[in-house]
């Protein structure tokens, strides 16, 4: 087991709540323009493809940040990373705003996935201030903020969009979400200590893709990062379709969607804020994993047999706190089983895996949907969500066995 990283007059574990409040700028300012997307490129009179590239090209780079700024951070600290990737991210934005086509849209979107990989950094200090037996509570309040902006972020940028301006219409929301980010980055500048001294020693870190082998021989490591794949190859398979299958089962159309949606962002903030936390100190982080995707399987398995749109957003809100339960306790397993002084690398590249299930995982429902039934995507999510239940109870008896082999006084 590695000694305890450096460290420089450790942040209080208060300071991790401090950090995930100024976080939540930058989740607002990512909700306000989720929605408008869509519309934003067809402003420039794009084609279907060319908006789904759009879409994608986020999560790619996403996928390629995570485990980048993560590794940089683990050297040269969290908060220098944090906040020049902050910046990056609202200066893409702010070019978003006056793109001129929508090849220029894509690279935007793409650089402003590959800055946005920073959820590794945020998580990495995290567990660098919060003690083992409550990192679960302090992931999960993280979770609650995300979800708290993509509710807020999509009525602030519906109210100040202006589409029948055309692309210009768009740009008030694109500069008051480039705000959002530079306030953020100065505030955490201002207001947050470092929670790691740079590292100036030959500690080993891996490449990418050597690190990649290693986490997935890992006994646990490996385990939860092939959960993350899973679970969200199907939830975001199923966020792709939804608004389809609504319109085809019920005659649903952006407003009825868009409240469906906002009652699943209530109950998975309100289960991270009040019930994640607790449930997981008091049964264990393994155990509740396994509940929260167990939850997940029954409900997406129901939704085509939903008699009608209460029970519809009855399961998908379940569905919701089901994930909510499980899915703080996975950054907060690695934490505590990953090698202290490759946190970030090793916790960006489970971070990556979501955002390659967020490429997948609607390409795949996409052909579901229109290959074999509309209810397709939920069968399919169901069948990929059931390993991950035993994968969860695998990975929690090998963290006690690995626990087990530690020296006391090992962890950081």
């Known amino acids: 087991m590695s000694e305890t990283p450096p460290r420089q007059a450790t942040p209080p574990p208060w300071a991790a709540l401090s950090l995930i409040g100024l976080i939540f700028l930058n989740m607002l300012g990512f909700g306000i323009i989720v929605p408008l997307l869509p519309f934003y490129a067809k402003s420039f009179d794009a084609p279907a493809w060319q908006i789904a590239l759009i879409f994608s090209a986020f999560s790619v780079g996403t996928f390629f940040g995570e485990p980048f700024w993560g590794r940089l951070s683990d050297k040269y600290g969290r908060k220098p990373l944090l906040i020049s990737t902050i910046c990056a991210n609202g200066l893409c934005y702010l070019a978003l705003a006056f793109a001129p086509n929508a090849w220029a849209a894509f690279f935007i979107r793409l650089c402003g996935g590959l800055f946005s990989g920073n959820g590794s950094i945020i998580q990495g200090y995290i567990a660098d201030v919060t003690p083992a037996e409550r990192r679960t509570r302090s992931m999960s309040w993280m979770s609650a903020a995300w979800n708290v902006g993509l509710i807020v972020g999509p009525w602030l940028g519906g109210v100040f969009a202006k589409p029948s301006l055309g692309h210009v219409g768009f740009q008030l929301p694109l500069f008051i979400s480039a705000s959002l980010f530079g306030s953020s980055a100065l505030a955490i500048a201002l207001f947050i200590k470092e929670s790691r001294q740079r590292d100036k020693g030959a500690t080993y870190r891996p490449s990418r893709w050597v690190a990649t082998g290693e986490a997935a021989r890992h006994p646990v490591i490996g385990r939860l990062m092939l959960v993350t794949f899973l679970v969200g190859f199907a939830f975001t398979g199923i966020e792709s379709i939804f608004g389809l299958w609504a319109q085809d089962r019920y005659g649903w159309g952006p407003r009825e969607i868009g409240w469906a949606f906002m009652f699943v962002g209530v109950a998975s903030a309100c289960t991270q804020l009040l019930l994640t936390g607790p449930l997981s100190e008091r049964f264990g982080q393994a155990t509740m ?46 934490s505590e089983t990953a090698d202290p002084y490759r946190q970030g690398q090793i916790l960006g590249l489970n971070n990556a895996m979501g ?16 290959s074999i039934s509309i209810n397709g995507p939920f069968f399919q999510g169901a069948a990929f969500v059931i390993p991950a239940i035993f994968l969860s109870i695998s990975a929690g008896r090998r963290a006690k066995v690995w626990r087990a082999a530690q020296p006391a006084g090992g962890q950081p």
């Not at 569905?319 to 899915?327: E, L």
């Not at 997948?360 to 579901?368: E, N, Q, R």
């Open 289 to 334: 994993l396994a509940v929260g995707m167990a939850i997940t399987v029954v409900c997406i398995g129901l939704q085509p047999f939903s008699t009608g749109g209460p029970m519809t957003i009855a399961l998908m809100s379940l569905s919701a706190m089901g994930q909510s339960v499980a899915w703080p306790n996975v950054s907060a397993l690695i």
């Open 355 to 370: 955002a390659l299930a967020r490429v997948v995982g609607p390409f795949c429902a996409g052909l579901s949907f229109a």
